[in-house]
């Protein structure tokens, strides 16, 4: 699937990567992880980016936005600021830039409690909130006992410590010498520690409770990254949403899985 890369400035001053793809209702999907959004294109190996039946129609009747964050992939690097509000810097600055007056929204893990916020501070622009294997509040994860030697280690080997992050979080073996490349190259070490001590700070516990849009929480039985009571923690949270129980990671990109 080609893509024309673009850039746009936060209010702050940071030039964000971005690309547009299609036409249609506009589907905005946030990174799982700190990788830059070539890694999702160069990894579609089943090609559910381009079928009419992937969830919520993406492909011929969809327009899907996605976007490096600020010290990720081709954004802006050597930052010192990746909070919460940082990175709602970055997704306003790609909204005004596509100029989506309405949107879906789809956050995976590190990224959902920035699609739980975003959603609550627009109500009227997202039409739809998507969140997969992610969680209300990131310490309830892993104790910084545990994350904080990654964290140390990122510093001056980030290649080394995302693939002891890709170990705890994952099965999958990254076979493809691109794609491991592009996940290598994806950040440089002091941002990227910079960019895990501030995405632990994430709490939207509270926020969750003002969701008022139709809202889906899928979450695998299998998932490594977040366990699978984060994912119910999460929904109990918003009033009304849907969630749904899946058995294995692969279920995600099934289409019966988004089936009413």
Not at 29 to 50: C, K, M, T, V
Not at 81 to 97: E, G
Not at 133 to 139: D, S
Not at 223 to 247: C, M, T
Request: charged letters at 25%; proline letters at 5%.
């Amino acid at each position: 699937m080609e893509r024309e890369v673009r850039y746009c400035t936060t209010e702050d001053g940071v030039r964000i990567a971005y690309a547009s793809i299609g036409s249609g209702p506009a589907l905005i999907i946030l990174g799982d992880s700190p990788a830059q959004f070539s890694i999702f294109l160069h990894g579609d190996r089943h090609g559910f980016l381009a079928r009419a039946d992937f969830p919520l129609g993406v492909g011929p009747r969809r327009r899907l936005v996605l976007f490096d964050g600020r010290g990720i992939g081709l954004s802006q690097r050597g930052l010192d600021d990746y909070s919460l509000d940082a990175r709602l810097r970055d997704l306003d600055a790609v909204v005004d830039a596509c100029d989506l007056n309405e949107l879906d929204l789809m956050g995976n893990l590190f990224s959902g409690p920035l699609a739980v916020t975003y959603a609550v501070k627009n109500p009227t622009r997202v039409r739809h909130l998507l969140l997969r294997a992610t969680y209300a509040k990131a310490a309830d994860i892993t104790p910084w006992e545990r994350l904080s030697p990654i964290v140390e280690m990122a510093r001056t080997n980030w290649k080394l410590a995302w693939q002891v992050l890709r170990g705890i979080a994952s099965n999958d073996l990254i076979e493809d010498r691109k794609l491991r490349a592009l996940y290598d190259e994806t950040m440089e070490g002091p941002d990227a520690a910079q960019w895990l001590t501030d995405q632990y700070k994430a709490d939207v516990r509270e926020a969750a409770r003002q969701i008022a849009i139709p809202t889906l929480v899928i979450h695998s039985r299998r998932e490594r990254s977040a366990r699978f009571a984060l994912g119910q923690d999460l929904a109990s949270r918003i009033p009304g949403a849907r969630f749904l129980p899946l058995e294995g990671n692969e279920d995600y990109w099934s289409p019966n899985t988004w089936s009413e």
